[in-house]
């Protein structure tokens, strides 16, 4: 199996925003970092609005659960 960082390399090098909100997502749901998860919520999060990805309502509540917005 791919690690997370070569499946991410790979959607930025696509441009497959849709994936990159699912695999940051994936990012932040794996490390014990609140710091890193934040960080990967709100790549997830810009993604999805991109998009008009729906995850984007849930990634807001995430990140607003943190205080991060």
Do not use: N
Request: glycine fraction near 4%; proline fraction near 1%; charged fraction near 30%.
């Amino acid at each position: 199996m791919r690690s997370l960082q070569d499946r991410l390399l790979d959607a930025h090098a696509r441009d497959d925003r849709h994936g990159l909100v699912a695999l940051y997502t994936e990012a932040a749901d794996w490390t014990d970092d609140v710091d890193a998860a934040c960080f990967y919520l709100t790549h997830a999060y810009i993604f999805a609005l991109e998009v008009g990805d729906p995850a984007s309502e849930r990634l807001y509540l995430r990140l607003k659960a943190e205080g991060r917005v």
